[in-house]
């Protein structure tokens, strides 16, 4: 069951049962004595290794999920993963785990491959020797050592990580060429008070010697992005153990260190997007080709079964610059619609963004409240055609807040009143008015009612297009459809070349988002 298990959290780990499997059929030939009792320990072994797995696959098969098991598991990995890595550069990450444990542990690698020397001599001259003799803790050891040298190969990324894999071959030929040196040193000493006491000091030098870095190594196990620490407390404080959240990006601790539920199967948003990770990050490669067929309606299918009440963006992180959350067709319209940012102060400093979604709300017209200055807006004009951001901060103990719109209520929000607020409303474009619109937020909180004071949301017209250097994407010049200067005038082809613009910074331009930008 251990290896059903070890292939459910890495799929390498077929490669040791195979190993394992491989040697009972070797000395089911070879020693013919020892048949019955080798082929029922096969057997127990192929029943174990199979148990986990075959539960795991009535499971996905059982809640309707079986095609995407065999994607994930299967088509993924041999069809877009792997392939994405050519294969000699996949071979060069063997040296990986032979540098690891020369850095930290040099001791490691001269005992391993004296080991392996000494196994290699010593199950060579047993397969020669008559009568055949077979060995099958060394061919463990050996076929091990190869199996996990072969795993650390398979993903090509090179992560250290990989080098796990390496660990049981490797401590069993270290410990076995061990205790040959001590039983040696044992044999060569005469007083077995003497002996005793030289194994004692040789084992507890070892012992600690192998044990120094291991603070250092564990604490080389802090996640290396501090912000999903802030985020999963933010997450915490805006949502309870039953509401879901969404991660947008490749952040899927945060689930894990919430303890909140996902939304949508995707953990992680490769497939959405066709990001393969840490090969196709070029920010000029299109990664259409990789977006798995039908996932963004399992994603719809999913969003709308379970609305989440959070939404985490990773923006930044691993990769995720290249696809903006804001950019996206399909998500985006939803966040505008259902959301409003949170934590903004808070989530600028770390490279994320929250949302959290709206209360319904009924028809009310804003309350008969003096203004107050406790509220404040800020707001920038937009043209009359682009959704409008409304950034309001309220003090602490703020539980709900409400955006009204030319007198009538348009967003209600839920607040944590443990913390002072920080929000920011989107106004969709159908809602705006050409000649602008009056803005006013309510607070409520356990200080009262706050109103803030009037402001009006201003429109600009669209600035008009003047061209530009052209953007060349996909064998195409795409021109710009706004800029600016500092000026307000126009950026020229400089007279003497006129493949060269002149602007005076700071200068603005605009250019159409089209298919395939990502």
Known sequence: MAFGFSVLAKQPGLLDFGVALVLLVLSWLIVPESRRKLSRLMAWLIVG??????????????HGAWRDLIYYTWTYNNTLYVPEVPRWERWQTISVPFELAWEYHPLVPVL???AAVFLLHRVIRHTFRRPRLFDIFAWLILGWCASGLV?????????????????????LACGWLTVRVISFIRQWIGSSKFRLLTGLVITTSVTIWLLLPLLSRLQALRLPEPGSEVMNELVHQQSSS???????GYN????????????????YCTFLTGIIPWTNLDPLRNTDYA?????????????????????ADGRSQRGFLKFPIDKQRVLWPLIERDYAQIEIDKTNLIGFWLFRRLESNTPTAVPDLPASDEIQLQMEPTNIGHMARVEVRAPVGTVLVELFIDGNLYRRLQCAPAASVSVC???????RSSSGNKIQVL???????????????????????????PLRFLDQNIGAVESSTITGGPILPKPDDPSHWDAHPPSRLVYPWLEGMN
């Not at 899927?252 to 953990?267: D, K, Q």
Request: charged letters at 15%; proline letters at 9%.
């Open 252 to 267: 899927p601790e945060i689930y894990a260190m919430s303890g909140r539920l996902p939304a949508t199967r995707f953990l």
């Open 425 to 431: 409303f989107f106004v969709l474009p159908q809602d």
């Open 151 to 171: 795993a650390t190969t398979l993903g090509g990324r090179g992560f250290t990580h990989y080098s796990i894999q390496l660990i049981p071959g490797l401590s």
């Open 112 to 114: 391993g491959v004296l």
């Open 291 to 311: 977006v798995v067929p039908g996932a963004w309606d399992d994603f719809l299918a999913d969003w709308n079964r379970h609305p989440p009440r959070l939404i």
């Open 49 to 62: 290794f199979a148990h986990p797995i075959g539960l795991t696959c009535l499971y996905f098969a059982f």
């Open 242 to 248: 039953t509401d879901r959240i969404f991660v947008w």
């Open 443 to 469: 607070a409520n909180g356990e200080y009262g009612s706050l109103l803030s004071a009037e402001q009006k949301l201003e429109v600009i017209k669209p600035v008009t297009a003047i061209g530009g250097p």
